[in-house]
């Protein structure tokens, strides 16, 4: 039955004249979008997803044969979310690949306002190179590529190198303050620096004198494995799990204590074997890859088993869990935390 009077119905129609006629001057009424607009909980489209690295590993060795390092400047894989299907986004903010390079290849010296993180997933051999310093990479190291820096890849050893990046692409974007510059706009070759110098300067609780940082990213370019899981086991050994978290450590720029980045902070965590976190949720969508062991992880309805360099991705404010299996597992993530720390939007829910 409808019971809409005529006087209803005469002021419906008032409206949606008004909203006609205010259209082509590029206006639109508020109090028809509104309840999208400021949702009660995060309404993000981004979805749950696991990258299942033994499935999708044969395509890297397919792109290989397919196009050069140097024809493609960057060989990679981009993991995209099922909900942001050709936004080249893994989360609504984040961008996620997989990268290779062959033994030999160079892939040539570029730079950009994105700013870029890399954790090595497979191989020896390899190195990256920021602004002329040349530092090899093992796995399980946390490398980063601060916005705007002078960076290539290169290949020495006899196998394949493989490496999970993550870069603020999407966020950027919504800026639009995307900006690049390739080789053949360098005016001269980068002067090369002594691998490890930057550990030197800046990685053993010293400076050099009278240092002024040139940028709020870490001086850092490498975070060694070994060191990190060294720290997870010391802390480990003396310390209860967080019911959370496990043994969770955030990675730090050695000149403030701060994230090693401005857009992005990365972080590693330890649960050992048969541990499970208790439900958590944060509104930072967050990406994840296993580096040792394997993991049940709960993201709301879904389940699903990750296996060392598998990745998988949590959306905001999405509850989950994740269990050890019967040995240690390591995982490394990666999300915006420190920009909505910044803008005072990040918060979190724990579970008992």
Known sequence: MNTTTTGEAGAL?????????????????LWEQL???????????????????????PYLDEAGR??????????????????????????????????????????????????AIRLILEGEGAYTSVDGEKTFMERGDFIITPAWHWHEHGNEGAAPMVWLDGLDVPMVAMLDASFAEHAADLPAPIPARRGGESKARFGSNLLPVDYQAPSPSSPLFKYPY????????????????????????????????????????????LLPGGFGTAPYRCTA??????????????????????????????????EHRITAGKDDAVIFSFSDRPVQEILGLWREQRSA
């Open 13 to 29: 129609e008032a409206r949606r004249d008004f909203y006609r006629r205010i259209d082509p001057d590029n206006l639109a009424p």
């Open 35 to 57: 309840h999208s607009l400021v949702t009660r909980t995060p309404a993000s489209q981004c979805r749950p997803v696991h990258w299942d690295y033994r499935k999708i590993r």
């Open 66 to 115: 397919l196009i050069t390092a140097e024809e493609a400047v960057r060989r990679v894989l981009i993991l995209e979310n099922p909900g942001l299907r050709g936004q080249a986004a893994a989360t609504t903010s984040l961008y996620a690949g997989l990268q290779m390079i062959l033994p030999g290849e160079i892939a040539p010296p570029h730079r950009h306002t994105q700013a």
């Open 226 to 269: 070994a060191e990190t899981l060294a720290a997870l086991r010391a802390i480990a050994a003396g310390n209860p799990p967080d019911a959370c978290h496990g043994h969770k450590l955030r990675y730090a720029n050695p000149l403030d204590g701060g994230y090693p980045m401005p857009t992005m902070g990365a972080f590693i965590q």
């Open 285 to 318: 969508g967050t990406v994840f890859a296993v580096i040792d062991g394997e993991v049940e992880v709960a993201i709301g309805e879904q389940r699903f088993t990750a296996r060392p360099n598998d990745v998988f991705v949590v959306p905001s404010w999405a």
